[in-house]
């Protein structure tokens, strides 16, 4: 999948339409506010607040069917979300 639009919708702190199929194959629509691209367990993914799900989560890349950029700005800076989401998942800040 092309991630251009990710990075451009982190850059911009825009939201995202995401088609996302699961490990049994099953095809689902997310609003995502995505923070970072990243490497973890050997696959590339995207942390992100998911809105179904109101949480944190991560997308691996592999599993992403389509993105659909929005213009609809995040309600929190991502600056902050980075902090919330490095918090929950134990990573220390870098200094």
């Known amino acids: 999948v092309d991630l251009e639009p ?3 919708a982190i850059r911009d702190e825009r939201k995202l339409v995401l088609h996302y199929v699961d490990r ?3 095809e689902t629509e ?4 995505p923070i970072a691209i990243g490497f973890f367990k050997r ?5 992100a607040w ?3 799900r109101g949480d944190y989560r991560h997308f691996r890349t592999d599993r992403i069917a389509r ?3 929005t213009d609809k700005r995040y309600p929190r800076r991502r600056r ?3 902090k919330e989401w490095r918090e929950a998942e134990g990573i220390a800040e870098q200094i």
């Not at 997310?30 to 506010?33: A, D, E, P, Q, Y």
């Open 24 to 26: 049994e194959g099953d």
């Open 50 to 52: 998911c809105e179904l």
């Open 80 to 82: 902050v979300m980075m």
């Open 67 to 69: 993105v659909r950029p």
């Open 43 to 47: 696959a590339e993914v995207i942390a």
């Open 30 to 33: 997310r609003v995502i506010w």
């Open 6 to 8: 990710v990075r451009a």
